[in-house]
């Protein structure tokens, strides 16, 4: 597979659309659930953002990374729709474990860091909840929608803060 220089970072060239129209310039699109809902997820790491040095960024442990692909691999077990499913919080306050988030709802440090990143045409991005206050964020590709791009881990719920999250 040949590589696509964008900016700093070598991306691979599979990531990149080949045909350009109204598709994200980095992928093409956010996934349609329904499309891989009984396909089980698989993981690429090109989009992380190593590089960001805000209110999260991707400086982790060891123990933090364990943590992360640990949890990875609990999910490859299952399907999209089974992680869609999963709930979370209380009787009173119930909600999905693992969802969409649309863009706008993101912090404003998030969403200019999506335009430096050239991500900034995703309507939307996926968060897994990994803990009571842990995130990782990413994008679903289209043309293989069960491949999740993970762009953040945010260890202190700060790149979307707000309660719909």
Same mark, same amino acid.
């Given at each position: 597979m040949g590589n696509v220089k964008n900016n700093r970072k070598q991306v691979p060239s599979a990531a990149v659309p080949a045909e350009p129209s109204r598709v994200p310039r980095r992928l /093409? &699109? %956010?996934?349609?659930?329904g499309q891989m809902d009984e396909q089980h997820p698989m993981w690429r790491t090109a989009l992380l953002d190593r590089d960001h040095d805000g209110a999260w960024s991707w400086k982790i442990t060891d123990v933090t990374l364990v943590k992360i692909v640990e949890f990875l691999s609990e999910m490859e077990r299952l399907t999209w729709r089974e992680?869609? /499913? +999963? /709930?979370?919080g209380g009787k009173r306050r119930? &909600? =999905?474990k693992h969802k969409s988030i649309p863009r706008g709802h993101l912090c404003k440090e998030a969403q *200019?860091? @999506? %335009?430096?990143? +050239?991500? *900034? *045409?995703? *309507?939307?991005l996926f968060r897994f909840r990994t803990g009571n206050m842990e995130? @990782?964020? &990413? %994008?679903?590709?289209s043309d293989s929608p069960r491949i999740f791009y993970p762009i953040w881990w945010d260890p202190d719920h700060k790149v979307? =803060? &707000?309660k719909d999250d």
């Open positions: /093409q &699109g %956010v996934a349609v659930p992680i869609r /499913q +999963q /709930q979370t119930r &909600g =999905p *200019d860091r @999506l %335009v430096a990143l +050239q991500l *900034d *045409d995703f *309507d939307e995130r @990782l964020w &990413g %994008v679903l590709s979307c =803060p &707000g």
